[in-house]
């Protein structure tokens, strides 16, 4: 009923008083006592509920709502549109039906994601680009309206973005012993499943009765990635090879394998625990949301990382930093319990920023709770 009060305050002016005055209750001067601190946590609390309910018009030149899929994560597609956790997911089948029949040597055995975005986790949501389609003319309203708006002088949503983020994954391939001890040799061998990862998607074999690849995508290799358009997304593809980071361990060159090895393999590890957590909490999701949108907007964020193994942002707190620190607003919640509302788990964000005495100790975040076992995990400083 408040959502739809009409006031100079908003419509977040209620929720932002009760959380004003419990937080002034519970947390003392943390909360910001005194009027300046009451209208600080009244402003936040406001601008928290209206980001929560805001629509991300104007993404890629379509106006799209804020909505839920049949999994329950966060969308910003518009009818006949497919989000990108779907279009993630039948990508991956599409890779993971490759294999000899497809000239793929080496089948593909898993791929993961190395950003929670592809979830509806990201600061923005990701929403499908009206060009990046196999055939434009299938994408919603078509390839004309696209290169109408793209063409045109105008702003929001009578313009089409120039570029598109690209989705990161990481693919492991089938374990195999002839892979070579060299660094350069093994950059070429992935260049050359890139080429057939390509040459396969773009259905260069459509006429053998034996090739199973779907056509709905259309594919680039680089020597280092492989670049893949379609639904409406950005996909670029790394291979993940633990040969190639012992071999450059033993050429002495510590600091290249253990940035490879922290993008394709602890990232896309640390995107499955973030993604079981928000399983197992509801509120989390849309939380996450929040806090990267507070921190983006505060110019706290760094920019994002890639997989190659080079780029690792800039300064700032990480993706990856924000998510740990949400999860341990939900992991170690004591003395309180889980945060059950997206709203109090931002306010205990802001508690755990403002309380925490970050030159003298050290936050543990407990991941355990996101197995099955407790077994699967370890703790993450």
Known sequence: MYLQADTAAGPMAVPAAMSGFALQRHLGSVAGGGEGGGSTVKGSCGWAGKELFKSPGGVHGVAAEVTRNMNGELVAVVEGEVDAARAFDQFGKALLALGFNDGLTLPVMSIQPVTTSVRGLGATLLSPHPLCWRDPTAAPGGADSAGKRKRSGGKGEERVALSVAAIDCVVTLQE???????????????????????????????????????????????????QVLGLGYAFRVRIWNQRQVRTLHQLKRK?????????????????????????????????????????????????????????????????????????????????????????????????????TDWDVSALIVDLSVASVDGSALSPQV
Not at 206 to 213: R, S, V
Not at 257 to 280: C, D, N, S, Y
Not at 287 to 316: I, Q
């Open 255 to 355: 600091s290249e394998g253990e940035a490879l090895e922290l993008a394709r393999f602890h990232r896309p590890q640390h995107t499955q625990v973030i993604f079981a957590l928000v399983h197992k909490f509801p509120s989390m999701g849309e939380t996450l949301r929040l806090c990267k949108r507070w921190a983006a907007l505060h110019l706290l964020s760094a920019p994002p990382a890639s997989s190659d193994g080079k780029s690792v942002g800039g300064d700032g707190l990480s993706e990856e930093a924000l998510e740990l620190l949400v999860a341990h607003c939900y992991t170690c919640a004591l003395p309180f319990s889980a945060p059950a509302s997206p709203l109090a788990g931002y306010v205990r964000f802001l508690w755990l920023l403002a309380a």
């Open 176 to 226: 195999s012993g002839k892979w070579p001890d060299d660094v350069e040799a093994i950059g070429k061998l992935s260049a050359a499943l890139y080429l057939t990862m390509a040459n396969s998607l773009n259905g260069d074999k459509k006429d053998d009765p034996e090739a199973t690849i779907d056509l709905k995508f259309v594919a680039k290799a680089f020597p280092d990635h492989l």
